[in-house]
């Protein structure tokens, strides 16, 4: 079992920029794909950036991609999203996730998730 937490979340406005963390307890995150999603009101959770397990490949959401970063801390075990020139469509509950097997790409098999930080764009 791996327990995650997010932090980082808050109010910025449109242009600025955020760095959400994610903290495991439990197990070594280095094991792990890694992922952060997203949920806006009314919509469907989505992906937003992927972390392969070996660190080697990434793939980020089409509206994100140039903007925003994964990246993993072994040492700290901790997996962050850098997310600059934000904008009021990025305005969401982002969580964080993990899957222990199987493809980094394959959206619907992560297991592990924290339980999200809120981010808030302003116009």
């Known amino acids: 079992q791996v327990q995650l937490v997010e932090s980082g979340g808050g109010l910025v406005q449109a242009g600025g920029s955020l760095r959400l963390s994610c903290a495991a307890s439990g197990r070594t995150l280095s094991s792990f794909h890694m992922g952060w999603f997203r949920q806006a009101p009314g919509k469907e959770r989505e992906f937003v950036a992927l972390?392969?397990?070996?660190?080697?490949?990434?793939y980020y959401k089409d509206s994100v991609n140039g903007r925003f970063i994964i990246s993993r801390d072994n040492a700290k075990n901790t997996v962050y999203l850098q997310m600059n020139s934000l904008k009021p469509e990025d305005t969401a509950v982002y969580y964080c996730a993990a899957r222990l097997t199987g493809s980094y790409r394959d959206v619907s098999g992560y297991g592990y998730w924290g339980q999200g930080t809120q981010v808030t764009v302003s116009s």
């Open positions: 972390l392969a397990r070996n660190d080697a490949v990434t």
